[in-house]
């Protein structure tokens, strides 16, 4: 689903962000991709999204080669892609369901279609109870549930994670990972960055570890983990 094959990037004034950087997230794997502030986390999301360009090596994602997609293919390539932030954000104007509903309503789905997704993503995250509310009325767990709904609502195969429990406290983190799970477990992949330790040790799925732009490490999932550890 994702293949870096020694993936490096410059900036514009020639210093490095990534580095030689080869890997590969198969279809339904959850990994983790971890490292200090400025490791290149960040940096190797938006080039899954073709936001930013690779400088030399190869990125596949959904078998089509990322450094080839034209400025017109870029939204669509990005539709297939789910995108979770640590802010979430949400529109306070809008109810949960027209905030999950957006990304239907700009890529000009039929509202009936798009009412059945909304409704079916949010049932997904056990929020459809709450579709009418304004996401100020909900906890900050569920404020991030309303954001994954609206990542999936376009049934995507692979969910990005930008420090999506960096607000959270380890309860509630632990919530939204569950939810990530479930996705895993229906063949969708996922690549979480995330700068807590105690987080991904819990778990104990993949770890991919920058430092300075490089992958130090690539720590297996350790079987039955997940479930040995709750």
Same mark, same amino acid.
Not at 74 to 92: A, E, K, S, W
Not at 178 to 202: C, M, P, W, Y
């Given at each position: ?18 580095? =030689? ?10 990994? +983790?991709?971890?490292? /200090? ?33 034209? &400025?017109? %293919?870029?939204?669509?390539? &990005? ?27 700009? #890529? ?33 767990? !569920? ?6 709904? &609206? #990542?999936?609502? =376009? &049934?995507?195969?692979?969910?990005? #994670?930008? !420090?999506?429990?960096? =607000? ?11 939810? +990530?799970?479930? +996705?895993? =477990? ?17 778990? /104990?799925? %993949? ?13 297996? !999932? ?9």
């Amino acid at each position: 689903m994702i293949t870096f094959d020694k993936v490096s990037m410059r900036y514009g004034d020639g210093g490095a962000a990534l580095t =030689n950087i080869s890997f590969e997230i198969k279809k339904g794997e959850l990994a +983790f991709v971890t490292g /200090h502030s400025g490791a290149g986390k960040s940096t190797l999301l938006k080039l899954i999204l073709a936001i930013e360009k690779s400088s030399g090596g190869q990125l596949i994602v959904n078998g089509v080669n990322v450094n080839r997609i034209t &400025r017109r %293919r870029t939204p669509y390539h &990005r539709r297939q892609i789910g995108t979770v932030f640590q802010d979430h954000q949400l529109l306070l104007d809008r109810t949960v369901f027209d905030n999950v509903a957006l990304p239907l309503e700009i #890529a000009g789905f039929d509202p009936r279609d798009a009412a059945r997704r909304v409704r079916a993503a949010l049932d997904k995250v056990g929020l459809l109870h709450k579709e009418r509310l304004n996401p100020a009325k909900l906890s900050g767990g !569920e404020q991030q549930r309303v954001g994954i709904a &609206r #990542a999936v609502v =376009n &049934r995507p195969r692979i969910i990005l #994670a930008d !420090e999506p429990t960096g =607000n959270l406290d380890p309860e509630l983190s632990a919530e939204v990972m569950r939810v +990530f799970e479930q +996705f895993k =477990n229906v063949g969708v992949s996922l690549l979480v960055a995330s700068h807590d330790a105690s987080l991904i040790t819990s778990l /104990h799925y %993949r770890t991919l570890t920058l430092d300075h732009g490089r992958l130090v490490a690539d720590q297996p !999932e350790l079987k039955h983990g997940p479930q040995a550890s709750r």
